[in-house]
């Protein structure tokens, strides 16, 4: 079993490195078992039915060969280490010090989350960090200390090169290495050009910054889709040079205190919801499901709550114990109004016959047939 996954991973490292460069499955599978002293991954694949298996040291032989960008061990200057991950979609864990944190790949943000704080460090590679710290920790908090805050960004940063790594691995060649020219091309389509121009901010970018920059403006972060060989308008007097920092220099972090606590919102779409639910919870026909469905709900200065049935829906007699129960909870007073609204179809009266839907359904098709119409 264990021997079977060792072959599949060495199919998936395989599927990798055919993507990153663009070569047929097959031919990526030869150039694996080559690695490993095979002739072909056929060859390779007959001796694992006799009595070869890859052993740890040929996958990691393998894994670095493929790519040290995204296999090799991750340390950082703050001997945290992380162990290397196929799957970024992983949460792992890790320790500075005496508290524990988890870092994770969010829409390929790299967000670390530690007790009552996160921080999150944007795919762009030069956006500034955000750093939220819950409210009721915003004096303990260890973020708030600038050694730890650093020590955790740092992290991140790494963890951050590893996902740009594995999404430009789907990308061309020439899209993350310019050509002798300044060239190069961009990720999402077939243009080429040492030119390029970032719509949102009229940025004008050279071919290497955006190549450095994993095709984010460096002037405002905007993505690949807002970066363009042309300038908007195709006025080049309106766009202006765009500088990158020093090499990863991202911008300071942002710090922000927050309420996460879960809140209940008592607004009047909540509280309808309620009511509705309640109301629905004490129908016992059709009718009067149908009554609690287009009931008309509405909440009046946070008092009282004002329901208004269709009379050919919800008996007028027929006290919603529920509703009033849930509303009384609420801290609300409840107005019942009658009216008579268009009820859906005609016979109202066959509502009230049977609480099975599909019964009331064939009910109305065969009234409809016989004296009316069945449109579609
Ligand atoms: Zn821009």
């Given at each position: 079993m264990k021997d079977n996954y060792r072959i599949q991973k060495l199919k998936t490292i395989a599927k990798r490195y055919a993507r990153a460069n663009r070569l047929a499955h097959s031919l990526s599978l030869d150039v694996v078992a080559k690695e490993l002293g095979f002739a072909h991954w056929n060859t390779l694949i007959g001796a694992s039915k006799a009595d070869w298996f890859p052993c740890d040291d040929d996958l990691t032989k393998i894994e670095s060969f493929i790519g040290k960008a995204f296999h090799a061990k991750r340390e950082n200057e703050t001997d945290v280490i992380l162990n290397s991950v196929d799957d970024m979609n992983q949460v792992e864990e890790g320790k500075i010090g005496e508290y524990g944190f988890r870092i994770s790949n969010f829409l390929d943000d790299a967000v670390v989350y530690g007790e009552g704080w996160t921080v999150r460090i944007p795919e762009a590679p030069l956006a500034a960090p955000f750093v939220e710290i819950e409210e009721r920790y915003a004096e303990t908090s260890p973020v708030k200390e600038p050694e730890f805050l650093k020590q955790v960004i740092d992290i991140a940063q790494v963890y951050s090169q590893q996902i740009r790594a594995r999404m430009s691995t789907d990308w061309s060649r020439r899209s993350t290495k310019p050509d002798a020219n300044g060239k190069v091309r961009h990720p999402l389509g077939k243009d080429v050009s040492d030119k390029w121009y970032c719509w949102d901010c009229d940025g004008k970018i050279t071919g290497l910054q955006i190549a450095q920059n994993l095709w984010h403006c460096p002037s405002c972060g905007a993505n690949p889709l807002h970066i363009h060989p042309e300038p908007f308008g195709s006025d080049d007097s309106e766009t202006h040079p765009v500088e990158i920092p020093e090499q990863g220099g991202r911008l300071e972090p942002i710090i922000q205190l927050v309420d996460a606590r879960l809140k209940l919102e008592l607004n009047e779409e909540n509280i309808s919801m309620l009511i509705r639910c309640a109301l629905l919870e004490e129908a016992t026909n059709t009718n009067e499901r149908l009554g609690a469905m287009l009931a008309q709900i509405s909440v009046i200065d946070n008092e009282a709550v004002y329901i208004t049935f269709d009379e050919d829906l919800w008996p007028?007699?027929?006290?919603?114990i529920q509703a009033l129960a849930v509303a009384k909870l609420l801290g609300l007073e409840v107005e019942q109004e009658v009216s008579q609204f268009t009820a859906p179809f005609a016979w109202p009266e066959l509502g009230v016959l049977t609480s099975s839907t599909h019964e009331y359904t064939k009910m109305l098709m065969d009234a409809y047939s016989e004296h009316g119409v069945i449109s579609r």
């Open positions: 007028e007699d027929k006290e919603p």
